[in-house]
């Protein structure tokens, strides 16, 4: 039986709040980070800057790692068209996002290309009433500009939104911004001490925590 939640709609981030990004990220962003290698400039902070690539938008690693302007613009030239192909599954807990009987927005940033394959791969268009990819190489658009944007298209009052995911300065900071109320998926537990908003491990814990 599906359950009604007294939220009207929920909007999700895409990587590592529906599918963990390290389950791809070796192969994915192996050209990219041998062309940071061989750039000479950044090898005592390849492992930072792998973890940042794996959780931020590349402009957003380029800029807090010093990054030159070359380095920079030959990362993005490779990064906007790359696409991804191989095997990619959610959560195993993503299933239950489907029994949540609210609309379901899916707010991304990224390169439209890799994070469009993403979604195919993921096979879960279906899932939600739009899907909105943030290209910061194209557009001057943030994730809260899209989030007021489906608050004002479609009616809704703020008290009625949630937003959920796992960055601390993207996600969630905008729909603190705009007075949202937001959720942290923390599955790899990595803001534990964190006690100034809800955090979850598991949907299932959004599901006790909603209905």
Known sequence: MRKVMY????????????????????ELFASL????RQ???HAQYMDKIKDDIMRKP??????????DEYLTTKGIALLTDLEYRGKIAPF???RVVKDFAVDKFLVTTGFRKLQQSKVEGLKIT??????????????????KDVFAEIIERHGYHKPEVLVVGDDLHSEIKAAQD???????????NRHKG????RRIERFEELDELLF
């Open 58 to 67: 590349f402009q957003l690693v380029a800029r807090e790692n010093d990054f």
């Open 92 to 94: 195993d807990d993503y």
């Open 33 to 36: 980070l041998e062309l940071i």
């Open 178 to 188: 705009l007075g949202i109320e937001a959720i942290l998926y923390d599955k790899s």
């Open 39 to 41: 750039n000479g400039n």
């Open 126 to 143: 279906n899932d939600f009433k739009e899907i909105h990819i943030v290209d910061p190489s194209t557009s001057d658009r943030t994730k």
């Open 7 to 26: 939220k009207k709609a929920i909007i999700f981030d895409l990587d590592n709040t529906v599918y963990p990004v390290h389950s791809i990220g070796e």
């Open 194 to 197: 964190i006690a100034s908003i």
